[in-house]
DNA sequence: GTCTCTTTGTACGATTATCGCACAAAACGA
DNA sequence: TCGTTTTGTGCGATAATCGTACAAAGAGAC
């Protein structure tokens, strides 16, 4: 029997998808929706939801599940053990003040980044975002500076998770031109995006390493667009982000 | 055969409090460590654990098992499910601004307050704050202001679920000196807050209410503390926040 | 109002995955 | 080196899970 099945709970596996299936376009589900989503048995995913709700992880009206703020402890364990935020939030502070724009420090979940600290300025995203947030790596400036640091084959893998959706008309969604750019991109250092997440949005992102030298996170600000040429504008700000990069050096994720 | 039982999970169940042990306090574990945390037997964690690692919840060095960031996803439903944050960031951006302070938005989960938008000014506090942080209701001014809301019996409930630390000198852990002064906050509409949560902070908190009426959230404002007396503060503060409140009444959790 | 279609709740037998013990191996510390 | 603790694995008994089947309850359509 293979050590993939010997060990697996298979009930286990079934909550957290079931957990997983409620998203934001579906917050609340009914078990016929839980069961095509999952591609469970209605039964299955009647157990799924009632042990959830018993846990006080899902509540119950009586027609729709919705999943309570109680899931968010699910998550503290890894946003408190993770050194990251508490030691590059000061970091960011500072940055932001200098430079009046908005930072960011995300990680890299397999096709998404995860930020984990963030110090806002003005708005200039329509989306509000915070730790825990996510946003394709594709098309944000984090994203592709740490899928530039993966191995070519490995990149190319987590693009073809999902599909390379155009959110704005200047979103690269050509997976060779993505891919020349990851190269431009570990060549350079650093990745800029202009208007491919949002209209009005440019961003400018530089890698974290860790100790061992490995890509562990990523650091960006974000900028509204302008008729300067973003050249320029990378020029500005890429050395402060730069000096914060060899400060944070050796950060573990 | 009880409803309860009949439709219990008995490995999610399992499984959801292991990934509940690990804490900021310990965020490495191994299946001995994770047994003793959790009661369960050795061989039941170790299952765990391997489900989900092999899930990609969890990540294994040989000798410990880490969360990984992947468990984050699991609170992206509820997070973004819920208005909530989306709706009062321009608000806290606001009020940030205007009283040049820190402000925030939480929900009461059991004994905690959840942090669920925050815009935050110079760092008054040593720990960093963000959605999805945690913080004991009965020593915050967004908790005590949550807590005053409900029926005294489910107060005191909730306030007997932990032990009441003195995080300060000032902290009040005397449960019926706390029950008095949520009947005074009931009463005054707002919480105030003098070096209990951590020496040189001082915090003012206002109730949300939804749409029925019931309230679903607390707002409040981070100060630095001073040789002012807390009313004085209190006045000159608790306008802004009120106004703030009347804009937002109504809102759903 | 009736009819149909969908969804939900419940029951139950077969199956199978889970449980926890027990033992071997390995790591650890003295 | 030895003793202790922890980990990995095998296995039989058990109990929980699975999915089907059916009744009941809504939800629409007409």
Redesign the pocket.
């Known amino acids: 029997?293979d050590?993939k099945?010997?060990?697996?709970?298979?009930?286990?596996?079934?909550g957290l998808k079931v957990i997983e299936a409620f998203s934001a376009e579906r917050p609340r589900l009914?078990?016929?929706?839980a069961?095509q989503l999952t591609g469970?048995?209605?039964?299955?995913v009647?157990?799924?939801l009632l042990?959830l709700s018993e846990l006080g992880y899902c509540a119950?009206d009586?027609?729709?599940f919705t999943v309570t703020p109680r899931v968010l402890r699910l998550g503290t364990g890894c946003l408190a053990a993770m050194p990251l935020p508490k030691i590059v939030q000061p970091w960011l502070d500072d940055l932001s003040e200098q430079t009046g724009q908005s930072t960011s420090v995300s990680i890299l979940d397999e096709s998404d980044i995860v930020y984990v600290a963030r110090a806002a300025q003005r708005r200039v995203m329509s989306i509000s975002l915070m730790p825990g947030s996510r946003l394709p790596a594709y098309c944000t400036s984090m994203g592709r500076v740490m899928l530039s640091a993966l191995p070519v084959e490995q990149a190319e893998d987590l693009l073809s998770l999902k599909p390379l959706v155009a959110r704005t008309a200047k979103t690269v969604t050509d997976i060779e031109t993505l891919k020349g750019e990851l190269l431009r991109i570990r060549d350079r250092g650093y990745a800029c995006i202009d208007q491919e997440v949002e209209i009005g949005l440019r961003s400018l992102a530089v890698p974290l390493f860790g100790p061992r030298g490995q890509v562990v996170a990523a650091l960006n600000i974000g900028l509204a667009a302008s008729e300067e040429p973003m050249q320029a504008v990378a020029d500005r700000y890429i050395p402060s982000l730069l000096k914060v990069q060899k400060e944070l050096t050796g950060i573990s994720g």
Do not use: H, N, Q, W
């Open positions: 029997m050590v099945t010997r060990d697996m709970m298979g009930g286990l596996a079934k009914s078990i016929a929706e069961s469970y048995d209605r039964a299955t009647r157990r799924c042990t119950y009586g027609k729709f």
